[in-house]
Each structure stands twice: as structure tokens, then as C-alpha cells.
């Protein structure tokens, strides 16, 4: 792991650069990397794109656009996240090192400060991701809850906390992202479970209902600011933020097999995603639920299986979000060798016990999250995947470029940073509305 001391005196044994260049050691890490096939690798990223936010954008990305702009539009994000995630695969050993660390690779490029700052956005975004999922996984089981009993005493926060105590076992057993192996094949299945459930009974509906309005909601002020979060929320729906750290997993050839797994990831990974989204909008026109689970009619007993899908898909996806910064703590402390040894063992239940236990409590208290979440994806998401892979391109390859790529990979930087200043600006008007309807521990 490299610290903070080792930018001021690098330790000897340790390949220093210099000029503008990053002080930085090759890392250590007390993680498992370079052993995963690029099928792996690519199931894990395809997990993060067919987890359970996957039934929110019916509502949240078709419903503010409209088919044109909607379809058309996650067309263009898939597109373009394909070429920014290969433009950090591209860059993964670059000056002769491998970087495993998207803040190594940042600290390599620019220097210290750009580190600290990479280093800051990232865990800010991942942290945010994390309470997310705790949210919908809590979702998915009062989604259970409410198809069984009409009493409705347990209240949202209730199904949280039980799905934050899941999490935190879940991830005491997993060691690192690449002891997921077979948990990756039973993501898969259960993504298929609540993806096909909300396709089969949405078509279903789609064929009875009377005619669907697909008209924009809200009043002109309105759709721009939810036109605006629409199209943040299509480029959060294809990018991890922390690809650097999933490619460490991945055998040599380290680039060859990335760009394997990411055109995995952009077809076969992303079909699903476009079928249920598609369909979704196109059984309930503006009118579909932010959680398609509860805008179908079917079976009690199938959608119950598909919420209960969608909260164990979940407790998964959040291990892959969360594993940079167990990777930080476990580094850092020296948490090596058997997952089973006892003091291994005990600092995972304290440690990242404590971590997701603080995420919970985020959770609970702030279910309306999306708010914030949009405002971090804003400052963190969009930098990090688009504005900074854009920019490292270009100065890492910038006597290998033509005239004509360097205006393009510009291009890039000024677009994306003027759409995250508007995306942030759309957030903050979207969390003043909110609070002034929501309070904490609400029970939505």
C-alpha cells in the first residue's frame, strides 16, 4: 500500500519517477490481484449493470425523456462509457507500471494533489453507491412484506437495518473481489430471476391496459431539471468508478483481457438492462413506479420470489462497490493469508462491520438518498469516468495524438464538465424540493 509518508521519502526499494510525474512505488496490496479470467472480470462488471437499480429506469431515465430522447440516449451512454472505461483500460500500466488504484493512476499522471482528490470523489461515490443498495435491498423486502400483510408495522427503516446485518455478513465471508468466483454465476441467476419476472408480468399488463400516455410530466420547469437528472442517470447506470481496481483482478495480458471483459460488459451485459427499461416504460407510459417490482400485477407468490431475488442480487453487488476500501483497510493494517484465521477474522467483523453499519444508519435515515446520490454522481461519477479518463488520455498520449484526437478528447472534457456542473445544479434543486416533503427515518 502507499501512504501518504512515502510521496515526502519513498522507501528505498521502491521505483521512483520524477519531473511531474507522480513520487509512487509499484503498490502493494494485500489483495488477491492478477489471477481472474476476463470472463470473470467481465461478469463482475456486468453484475454492477444488472443489479436491482436496473428496475429503476423505467421510471427514472424513459419516464423524464420520452422514447425518442430515452431510447436514443442509452444508445449514446453505452457508446460512450464503452470508449471512456477503455480509455482507463488503456492507460492501466502506463510509464511502465501497473496501476491498480484509479487514485495511483490519477497521482501517476498529475502528482500528489490530483491523488488526495482522486482519492476523495471516488470513496465518496462508492460510499453513496454502497448506502443505495442497502436502500433498495431494504426495498425489496418490504416490497416482500407489504404483498403478505395488510398491517404495515414494519416500517421501512426496520427492513434496512436487517438488510445492512445481511451485508456485513456477507461481506465478513468474502475476503476480496476476487473470492466471489461462484457468487458472481448466482448473481447472474438472480438478476435473470427479478429481470424476466418484471419483463414477463410487465408485458402482460402492457397487452390488457387501455391506451398509455407517454407525455413528459411536470411543468416546463420541471422537465428540464428531471431531463437533466435523466441523463446523469444514464451514464451512472453503465460506470463503476473504480475500474482500475477491478482490472487488478484480471490476468495478463492485463489490457488484452480488459477490453475483452468491457465489450462483455457492453453486449452481452447490457441487453437485459434495455429489455426490462424498454418494456417497463412501454406497459406503464409516465406513469411507471421508480421500482418496477411494484407497477406490475401477477402472481403474490412471483413477485414475492423476484423482490427476494433482487435483495440477495443486491447484498452482492454491494460487496463489488465496497471492495476498494476494504482493499484500503486491509492493506493497511496488514490483513493477510487465510480468510479464516482468527484475527483476520476479527478484523473484518469490526472493521467492515463498522463501515457498513454507519452505511445503514445513512440508509435508514436518509431512504430518499437518490437525491444525494445524484448530486455525488454529479461532482464524483462524472468526473472520474469521463472528464478525468478523457483528460489523462490526453496528456499521458499527448505526442502520440493527431490534431484532430486532441480537439476530440477537449471536446470530451468541456462537454462533460459543463453536464456535471448542470447535473449538480439539477440536484441540489431536487434535494431542497424533497426536504421539504421527506423527513428522516421516513418510511417511503
Not at 431531463?227 to 495478463?252: D, H, R, S
Not at 486491509?330 to 484475527?343: N, P, Q
Not at 476479527?346 to 430518499?368: D, E, I, K
Request: aromatic share 14%; net charge positive.
Amino acid at each position: 500500500m502507499v501512504g501518504q509518508n512515502d510521496y515526502q521519502n519513498p522507501p528505498p526499494n521502491k521505483k521512483v519517477y520524477t519531473e511531474e510525474q507522480f513520487v509512487i512505488g509499484i503498490p502493494e496490496t494485500a489483495h488477491q490481484i492478477s489471477s481472474d479470467s476476463w470472463f470473470q472480470v467481465g461478469f463482475v462488471l456486468t453484475t454492477g449493470i444488472n443489479s436491482a437499480y436496473v428496475l429503476g429506469y423505467s421510471g427514472t431515465i424513459m419516464v423524464p425523456l420520452g422514447w425518442l430522447p430515452g431510447v436514443l440516449g442509452l444508445i449514446a451512454a453505452t457508446a460512450i462509457s464503452l470508449y471512456a472505461n477503455s480509455l482507463i483500460a488503456k492507460l492501466h500500466e502506463y510509464g511502465g507500471t501497473r496501476h491498480i488504484r484509479y487514485r495511483d493512476l490519477a497521482g501517476f499522471v498529475y502528482g500528489k494533489r490530483a491523488y488526495s482528490l482522486t482519492w476523495t470523489l471516488q470513496y465518496a461515490n462508492l460510499f453513496m453507491i454502497n448506502t443505495g443498495y442497502i436502500i433498495l435491498a431494504g426495498q425489496s423486502l418490504k416490497g416482500v412484506y407489504v404483498l403478505f400483510t395488510d398491517e404495515h408495522t414494519m416500517k421501512l427503516p426496520y427492513f434496512i437495518a436487517i438488510s445492512g446485518v445481511v451485508c456485513g455478513m456477507f461481506a465478513i465471508g468474502i475476503p476480496h473481489l476476487s473470492a466471489l468466483r461462484i457468487w458472481l454465476g448466482v448473481s447472474a441467476l438472480l438478476s435473470m430471476v427479478y429481470i424476466v419476472v418484471a419483463i414477463v408480468l410487465s408485458t402482460k399488463d402492457g397487452i390488457q391496459a387501455p391506451p398509455r400516455d407517454y407525455g413528459i410530466p411536470g411543468t416546463k420547469t420541471d422537465k428540464i431539471f428531471t431531463t437533466i437528472g435523466a441523463v446523469a442517470n444514464l451514464v451512472f447506470a453503465f460506470n463503476t468508478g473504480m475500474l482500475p481496481e477491478i482490472q487488478a483482478t484480471i490476468k495478463q495480458p492485463v489490457v488484452k483481457n480488459m477490453m475483452k471483459a468491457l465489450y462483455f460488459q457492453f453486449t452481452v451485459g447490457v441487453f437485459p438492462m434495455y429489455i426490462v427499461t424498454f418494456i417497463g416504460y412501454w406497459a406503464y407510459g409516465s406513469t411507471t413506479s421508480t421500482f418496477l417490482l411494484n407497477s406490475v400485477n401477477g402472481p403474490v407468490w412471483v413477485k414475492a420470489f423476484a423482490n427476494i431475488a433482487a435483495f440477495l442480487q443486491t447484498v452482492i453487488s454491494l460487496h463489488i462497490f465496497a471492495s476498494p476500501m476494504y482493499e484500503y483497510l486491509d492493506t493497511k493494517y496488514g490483513i493477510k493469508g487465510s480468510a479464516l484465521d482468527f484475527g483476520n477474522l476479527s478484523f473484518r467483523v469490526m472493521v467492515r462491520g463498522g463501515y457498513l453499519t454507519f452505511n445503514t444508519l445513512v440508509a435508514a435515515m436518509l431512504p430518499f438518498l437518490g437525491d444525494f446520490m445524484s448530486l455525488t454522481g454529479a461532482i464524483s461519477t462524472f468526473p472520474l469516468t469521463f472528464i478525468l479518463a478523457n483528460h489523462m488520455y490526453l496528456r499521458a498520449m499527448n505526442n502520440k495524438l493527431t490534431t484532430a484526437q486532441k480537439t476530440w478528447h477537449w471536446f470530451n472534457v468541456i462537454f462533460f464538465g459543463c453536464l456535471s456542473f448542470a447535473a449538480a445544479v439539477a440536484a441540489l434543486r431536487l434535494i431542497s424540493v424533497d426536504s421539504k416533503t421527506y423527513h428522516i427515518f421516513a418510511d417511503l
